[in-house]
């Protein structure tokens, strides 16, 4: 099955790190036909994103963007409609974790979390919708959340309430947008190889290890690996399912 995203238009946030989830998703709709819109709160980095896809020969423009603002996603409606006419794809993707435990997290760690995580998939998902029933021509939302929005996982309570709030808010959203034919969906990655993941355990091999025993597969997955999850939820190829949650993990939370 060859995914086919030609002719939609596809807007991805937190997509500044070159090595993250967002921009891994963005590459892997723009091979497969998709127009780009990038936004993060680093409006140079995500510039550069985008720069990276057009020198591929892709379509992608970008956009600084605080995705906690209401005001802001205003404007990147405005400007993906001006760019682009249309939107079909909204993939909510920005987001933060702070793990610690929760008797060391103080009251402006959770709030942190909960506005970056959970409000701004709100105001990007009421954003995109509003867009989209405009349009009247359906569309796919996904929304990411976590492995830790499904189970217990130590050190991660602010982190893990944000990303099971992101859950079943899309769930709920998937039920109201039905019947216009747009589709709301969570993706939950488990370990994957991302730039911050690279940071977090550079000098530490103990805890690497610890990790990769904990996972089935014996490998922490690629970004790539949530880009094609991203890509065939916003295709065509999808077209039946919504409300729905697909977890990317090497089989984590199969135990």
């Given amino acids: 099955m060859m995914i086919d995203l030609s002719g939609k238009v596809a807007l991805v946030t937190g997509a500044a790190s070159a090595g993250g989830l967002g921009f891994a998703a963005a590459h892997v709709m723009a091979r497969q036909g998709a127009a780009l819109f990038l936004t993060d709160i680093d409006g140079d980095a995500v510039a550069a994103r985008a720069a990276e896809l057009r020198d591929k020969g892709f379509q992608a423009q970008a956009m600084e963007h605080d995705v906690t603002d209401e005001a802001a996603w205003d404007m990147v409606m405005e400007a993906i409609v001006a760019a682009y006419d249309r939107l079909d794809i909204g993939v909510n993707n920005a987001g933060i974790a702070v793990l610690r435990p929760m008797s060391a997290m103080t009251m402006e760690d959770w709030r942190r979390q909960l506005s970056i995580n959970l409000d701004s998939v709100y105001l990007g998902t009421k954003a995109v919708l509003d867009q989209m029933r405009r349009q009247g021509q359906g569309g796919s939302i996904i929304n990411m959340s976590s492995v830790a929005g499904l189970v217990g996982v130590e050190g991660t309570s602010a982190y893990a309430a944000s990303k099971g709030g992101v859950r079943l808010f899309s769930k709920t959203v ?12 969570t993706v939950h990655p488990g370990m994957i190889w991302t730039d911050m993941q690279k940071v977090a355990i550079a000098d530490n091999k103990e805890v690497f290890d610890q990790i990769i025993a904990a996972v089935p597969m014996r490998r922490m997955g690629e970004p790539a690996d949530i880009g094609a999850m991203v890509a065939f939820l916003a295709s065509d190829d999808a077209k039946y399912i919504t409300g729905a949650e697909f977890i990317v993990d090497g089989g984590m939370v199969a135990q």
């Fill in 174 to 185: 998937a039920l109201e947008a039905a019947p216009e034919n747009i589709r709301v969906n």
